[in-house]
């Protein structure tokens, strides 16, 4: 069981909310948000961690809680160790989701498409696909979410290993993609639970 939580309305958001969000902050997490020179990454900083708040209570209870980090800065809460969490922001949106498995979570704007990116983190068989594709740009940003979720859920992080997950060898059909807006797509979101091996469930979500 999984329950994926977003946010993306920023146009109801001041500087004054955050300032005084921050108080609901662990030292640790404000002193990180204040580090952000950029408003946008130290909203973000704050919102998800609000969004996490929420979704741990929400689905288990949980009032309290401390983040640890394991070995590859995969965060993971040290109380309780059989619920599981992702976080993900980008410049349009906000992601976290908590789970009782193994979880993994990427939210992406869309960008234009660059070959020069792509080839230093897809594999022979991906690049195929996307010289094939009339819609490089969604193409890639799918496969880049893939990456990192699959990254996160191991645990390991794949910053230098991106070319070794091979995204074509998961059925596309697994996604569901869902528009909410009639005009140009500008963000992705992926879902990944359990593994990506053996009955994995990978969910798209395009907003």
Request: charged letters at 25%; a negative charge.
């Amino acid at each position: 069981m999984y329950k994926l939580y977003l946010f993306d309305e920023y146009e109801q958001l001041s500087e004054k909310f955050i300032v005084s969000a921050l108080q609901f902050l662990p030292e640790n997490r404000r002193i990180r948000a204040l580090r952000y020179r950029r408003t946008i990454d130290r909203w973000n900083c704050v919102i998800t961690y609000l969004m996490l708040q929420h979704g741990l209570r929400e689905c288990f209870g949980i009032a309290s809680f401390e983040i640890a980090f394991g070995e590859y800065g995969k965060p993971y809460l040290l109380e309780y160790p059989h619920v599981h969490f992702s976080i993900s922001h980008c410049d349009a949106g906000c992601a976290v989701v908590v789970a009782d498995c193994p979880v993994g979570v990427d939210i992406q704007d869309v960008q234009p498409f660059s070959w020069d990116v792509a080839k230093r983190v897809c594999c022979e068989r991906e690049l195929a696909e996307l010289g094939a594709s009339e819609e490089r740009d969604k193409l890639f940003i799918k496969m880049w979410t893939v990456k990192e979720c699959y990254g996160k859920i191991v645990g390991t992080g794949i910053l230098n290993k991106m070319k070794g997950v091979d995204t074509t060898e998961i059925a596309m059909d697994i996604f569901h993609f869902y528009s909410t807006q009639d005009y140009e797509i500008s963000k992705l979101l992926c879902v990944i639970s359990k593994a990506i091996t053996g009955g994995s469930k990978i969910h798209g979500l395009i907003l």
